[in-house]
């Protein structure tokens, strides 16, 4: 028997020893040093890519936010809680057969083409008119915001061009060069917006 405790003995003190080892490297040496080099590298990005309105945090540029207002561009559906709801993040998971799912865009497309001012034969952009799968996109088609244009511009009595030109300079490109497609960020066009009067 005392032989059997020496033995479980001499193996159980090099296995504590490594998960304390590992404990301390993993649990705490690696974290440390990734949150330090992302700190030091990409201090924006390791806080939340935050977005400022003077001295007062307004929002990040990962997350949709809900505008309603007609001077600002609106961004796309959100599914997430009762919209835009960071802690209910998700789609509606509703098929594209689904007879409510249905509705709902079709009201949508009506909705979007009475606040634009736009003729029944007008296109609308898919993004308009149907959520996304986390229902946090801070991004519209740029097709989306060139439609919203002529209507923020008339709302803020701005010269069309100029609203533009903000549109333009909020576009983004495809992800790694590859992914997706380009898009406008409508809480940094909306604060652009802001800032020009």
Same mark, same amino acid.
């Given at each position: 028997m005392r032989?059997?405790?020496?033995?479980?003995?001499?193996?159980? %003190? *090099?296995?504590?020893?490594?998960?304390l080892a590992l404990t301390v490297v993993c649990g705490l040496a690696y974290p440390l040093l990734v949150t330090g080099v992302a700190e030091a590298a990409f201090h924006d990005k390791a806080e939340g890519s935050l977005l400022t309105d003077g001295d007062t945090v307004v929002g990040s540029s990962l997350l949709g936010q809900g505008f309603a207002a007609p001077a600002y561009f609106h961004p796309r559906?959100?599914?997430? =809680?009762?919209?835009?709801? =960071?802690?209910?993040?998700? =789609?509606?998971?509703? =098929? *594209?057969?689904?007879?409510?799912?249905?509705?709902? %865009?079709?009201?949508?497309?009506?909705?979007?083409?009475?606040?634009?001012?736009?003729?029944?034969? %007008?296109?609308? *952009?898919a993004d308009a008119v149907q959520a996304s799968g986390s229902g946090l996109d801070p991004?519209?088609?740029?097709?989306?915001?060139?439609?919203?244009?002529?209507?923020?511009?008339?709302?803020?009595?701005?010269?069309?061009?100029?609203v533009l030109a903000l549109v333009d300079a909020h576009t983004q490109g495809r992800p790694l060069g590859i992914l997706g497609d380009p898009g406008v960020n409508v809480l940094e066009l909306n604060l652009a917006l802001d800032r020009a009067g």
């Open positions: 032989q059997q405790l020496r033995s479980f003995a001499r193996q159980s %003190v *090099p296995a504590v020893v490594v998960l559906p959100s599914a997430a =809680g009762a919209g835009y709801d =960071g802690t209910a993040s998700s =789609g509606s998971n509703l =098929g *594209p057969t689904n007879p409510d799912y249905l509705a709902t %865009v079709a009201e949508r497309a009506e909705q979007y083409r009475a606040e634009n001012r736009l003729s029944p034969e %007008v296109e609308v *952009p991004q519209i088609s740029i097709a989306n915001a060139r439609l919203q244009a002529p209507r923020v511009a008339e709302e803020r009595g701005m010269d069309l061009d100029d």
